[in-house]
């Protein structure tokens, strides 16, 4: 388990150096001077010159890179006063360090991805099975045409319906906003709850199909009708051995979803006005801010990479027939 880790560890830090490398570099193939954007409508050349030397914008581009990533570990000194590690250096539109910046907004995007996350799973996994204990029944045809259906919805469609019937329309529930958890656990609930249903809509069909389909393969296996044939109930065949082994292609799946719920959570937070950082992404990118682009992205492919190393450890304790070497 412990080579498994540095080996993984080693190759997702690997992955990140290239993440920066090309986002850094492809930054400055775009021909506007991002001094320009904080030097503002009344800019001289001797006030961007200035804003050139404070922002280390003077430099090679090479070097500006290396100050870059030794900031991130070592921190790193600006005019504007020092940046300690892990420094992702200053925002060229508002002088405020990057760090700061994407700390703010990150229990946002937690509160959307973990609430999204555990609603998906707990309904698409909960509705798969009953849909293979009933297989071939009406519950079966229901659960697996609802899934259907929600496959080929899409967040920025399913949500404006979603606020125009519940929040505009019947008033039955309060607008979505973010109220931190530890300020009001019931605003902070209430304040989630529609797009928490929107994401868990989205993604529950494909847990739902995967789900059913994996435990009703399961009941075919060799050891569970063994099982059956020694007198165990069904209940506990279902349980104790059909379930556990239908779970590894939903872990598999799940690795695989983490990318795409972090850009969920963008669309979402778009939708819905939550300020996160994936709306954070989108705005430094339209502002040409280099170290808040670079920042956010370094920031969330960690986040993903750790994610999927966790997913990959887990396949270990599900099925024992697994080995991490």
Known sequence: M????LRRTFG???ILL????????????VPQDPALLACGKNCTPD?????HE???????????????????????????????????????????????TII???????????GGLVSFLTVGIGAGMIAAWKKGTLIDKTFSSVSLVLNSMQIYFLGPVVLGIFVYSTGWLDAPAYVPLSEDPARWFMGLL?????????????????????MIEQLQEEHVRTARAKGMSSRFVFFRYAWRGSLTPIVTILGMDLGALFGGAIVTEYTFGLAGIGRLAVQSVQNKDLPLTMGVMLFSAAFILLFNIIVDALYAFIDPRVRLS
Request: aromatic share 16%.
């Open 12 to 14: 997702a830090g690997a």
């Open 18 to 29: 290239l993440i920066s490398a090309f986002t850094f570099f492809l930054f400055f193939a």
């Open 47 to 51: 006030a961007l010159k200035v804003i």
């Open 194 to 214: 529609i797009p928490w249903l929107v994401m868990s809509a989205i993604f529950t069909a494909n847990y739902t199909r995967m789900s059913r389909s994996t």
């Open 2 to 5: 412990l080579q498994f880790l």
């Open 54 to 100: 404070n922002l280390g914008l003077d430099k090679p581009v090479l070097l500006q890179y290396w100050e870059y990533m030794s900031g991130i570990v070592a921190g790193r000194d600006f005019a504007v006063g020092h940046c300690p590690a892990p420094c992702f250096g200053v925002s060229f539109n508002n002088n405020e360090q990057v760090w700061d």
């Open 104 to 114: 703010d907004r990150f229990p946002t995007t937690v509160s959307l991805t973990v």
